[in-house]
């Protein structure tokens, strides 16, 4: 990789994070303005300040979808919050004179194999799920930031240790791994959000570390340096706002990608394991009466696809409105 | 261009052994081989055996070491759990039942791709650009077990014997002696598109953005400008650099397609290297677990070197020296 002549990381422009499994990466394009255009719109302008804070919500209220799957977002939590809490069933309540049985009013979603309601254990699967993916989101985010802040600026040796790894999960597919050690660490809910966590980062190292990189060459960064300012200050005081965007997007996308991954495992039977419900475990537990009892399947299933549609539609509603320069066409 | 090809090789023979050791560490202290034989009821002499196939009396470095000196040699030692089987012949055999899937799933994968990719780029903002993108967004977002049991639902019970498909249904791999065309391309189908969806949705998006980059590129307006027709310019003078970015993610979804598709091969019981790799992590098989690593692992290498060497066929201003 590293003797690659056209894809150099550094040669990327901001906002291209290559393509880590499904956290989805768009080549910025150069935007064309008709000068003319520009010069007319400028004339129509009155100079109203406005904050970045209120800038990046009208951008945002301007993509529909997104704002769509914000508001579903939102209520799906809800439904997954409140859900478990009105329900007249514990989710691993068990009742024996209702075993295995399809929906009807008293379980809307039916009941499973010994007598749990699956519509109580769905949503608090949601629950779990969701946590987990907003752990791992915040975990990655966090070890992600402070690495590819340390390469980027400083270079030398955590770079190079930060490439080899990267190079490293291109060899050892990070299932694998996962798949390996999540047998034994990866059947509580902390345990694989931990899991997770410790193999999505270099993602996100790889993006931070190539904005530190651009960003370090700046004037206003060679003016802290002047002014006194050392490494660490630059570094979170002055550069790191400036990548606010693309680590929010990619915060983002994260989660969908570990709701994902965190499923996947589970209907391996690899993940969290019973009595403590997932999305993905529900789908696992349920697999083996597809036949009979398809519903128990494909509702499970229907949450995990509605929850990441969601979130890859709220991060590229966020990358438009928060880094309009890397715009996608 | 010789030396250009062992330098690499050889520059990837230090990860090749730090992620064998990673694996091999872990899954060492993941499990213990010998639970799995405590429930199996069997005399002290097959503990013995198990203990001294694997080392399990030394330390764990050691036993990276012996594994490592018998593996540089071509011996992957017995599999356990597979009846004694040697590593090396099961990893080859399934290999073979993954390819069956892999490499048409690749070129239909490839081809759908670019031509969604290069469509939606040249019509932007279209109905079918929006459609392009919507389907891209989808793919991204259907797990592929949640889209592999969906198919299942629809094609193996509500209208049974479409594909000849049952979940999870143990049938063996088909020949064309034994079944005829037909059957054998039938079985290949939802698998195929199972593996195509969420690969080809993440493939579409680069094409696109790729294509997108070229288009607006100055070259393409010089070429446009010299009175050359519109097809010959997109396809021959934009396609071709538009490529070049998706050599890499070709290289590196034909090595894992190839190493084994984990979750399609469960749905549809098919006995490829990504079941063979579920059986060794479940049963505590180090030698097969490692074998079918070793196996992918290589693969990554071997297609990403192909795709170096690609990129000077695409890119002439490209050398190797």
Redesign the interface.
């Known amino acids: 990789?590293?003797?690659?002549?056209?894809?150099h990381p550094e040669e990327r422009p901001p906002g291209y994070e290559g393509?880590s499994s499904?956290v989805?990466?768009?080549?910025p394009?150069?935007e064309?303005l008709d000068p003319e255009h520009v010069i007319d719109e400028l004339e129509g302008i009155e100079a109203v300040s406005r904050s970045f804070g209120r800038q990046t919500w009208d951008r945002f209220r301007r993509h529909r979808i997104a704002l769509i799957a914000a508001v579903v977002l939102f209520l799906l939590t809800l439904a997954f919050v409140v859900g478990p809490w009105l329900s007249p069933y514990g989710f691993s309540e068990q009742d024996f004179t209702a075993l295995n049985q399809g929906p009807s009013l008293a379980h809307p979603f039916g009941t499973d194999t010994i007598g749990r309601d699956i519509m109580v254990r769905t949503f608090q699967g949601g629950r779990f799920s969701l946590r987990i993916a907003l752990f791992v989101a915040i975990l990655t985010t966090v070890i992600g930031t402070i690495v590819g802040a340390i390469a980027g600026y400083f270079g030398g040796t955590i770079d190079a240790l930060l490439n080899?790894l990267i190079?490293?999960f291109?060899?050892?597919?990070a299932?694998?791994?996962l798949?390996?050690?999540g047998?034994?660490?990866g059947a509580t809910p902390n345990g694989i959000a931990l899991l997770l966590g410790f193999l999505l980062w270099p993602a996100i190292a790889r993006i931070v570390r190539g904005l530190f990189l651009q960003y370090k060459e700046q004037e206003f960064v060679l003016a802290a340096r002047a002014a006194g300012a050392r490494a660490p200050r630059i570094m979170f005081r002055h550069i790191l706002p400036n990548t606010f965007g693309p680590i929010v997007v990619n915060a983002t996308l994260l989660v969908?990608v570990a709701i994902?991954l965190e499923?996947?495992l589970s209907?391996?039977s690899?993940g969290v394991q019973d009595p403590v419900p997932t999305l993905g475990n529900l789908?696992e537990k349920a697999?083996?009466q597809?036949?009979t009892k398809?519903s128990a399947?494909?509702i499970p299933?229907g949450f995990?696809?509605a929850i990441?549609?969601c979130?890859?539609?709220l991060g590229?509603g966020l990358r438009d409105a928060l880094d309009p320069t890397a715009r996608?066409? | 261009m010789f030396a250009y090809v062992v330098r690499r090789v050889l520059t990837t023979i230090p990860l090749l052994l730090i992620g064998t050791f990673l694996v091999f560490t872990l899954t060492a202290i993941s499990g213990d081989p010998l639970a799995r034989l405590a429930q199996l009821d069997v005399d002290q002499a097959a503990y013995d055996r198990l203990i001294d196939l694997y080392n399990l009396d030394q330390p764990i470095p050691q036993r990276y070491v012996s594994w490592l000196t018998s593996a540089v040699q071509g011996d992957m030692g017995p599999s356990p759990s597979q009846g004694g089987q040697q590593t090396f012949d099961l990893v080859l055999g399934r290999a073979l039942n993954t390819a069956r899937l892999a490499i048409p799933a690749f070129f239909i994968i490839a081809i759908t791709a670019v031509t969604l990719g290069v469509y939606s780029a040249v019509k932007q903002y279209s109905k079918l650009d929006y459609f392009v993108t919507g389907f891209s967004f989808l793919g991204i977002s259907l797990p592929t077990f949640v889209f592999g049991l969906l198919l299942q639902v629809i094609f193996g019970i509500w209208w049974f014997d479409w594909f000849g498909a049952r979940p999870f249904f143990v049938q063996g791999m088909r020949t064309v002696a034994q079944h005829g065309w037909l059957d054998m391309v039938r079985a290949h189908v939802l698998p195929i598109i199972t593996l195509w969806l969420v690969i080809t949705a993440s493939e579409s998006r680069f094409q696109r953005a790729a294509m997108l980059e070229v288009i607006n590129s100055d070259y393409i307006r010089t070429a446009r400008a010299k009175g050359l027709p519109r097809r010959t310019v997109i396809l021959k003078h934009g396609l071709r650099n538009a490529l070049i970015p998706l050599v890499t993610i070709w290289a590196i979804d034909f090595a894992l397609l190839l190493g084994g598709a984990v979750v399609t091969e469960t749905i549809f019981a098919w006995p490829g290297l990504g079941r063979l790799l579920l059986a060794g992590i479940f049963q505590q098989d180090l030698n097969l677990t490692m074998g079918v690593v070793v196996f992918i692992a290589a693969l990554v290498v071997v297609f990403n070197l192909i795709a170096d060497l690609l990129y000077g066929v695409l890119d002439p201003r490209i050398r190797y020296d």
Do not use: C, Q
């Open positions: 990789m590293t003797d690659r002549e056209v894809t393509r499904t989805g990466g768009e080549v394009e150069t064309h080899k190079n490293l291109l060899i050892v597919p299932l694998v791994i798949l390996v050690v047998v034994r660490w969908g994902i499923s996947t209907f391996l690899v789908i697999k083996g597809i036949d398809p399947v494909l299933g995990i696809v990441t549609l979130v890859n539609f590229d996608k066409g």
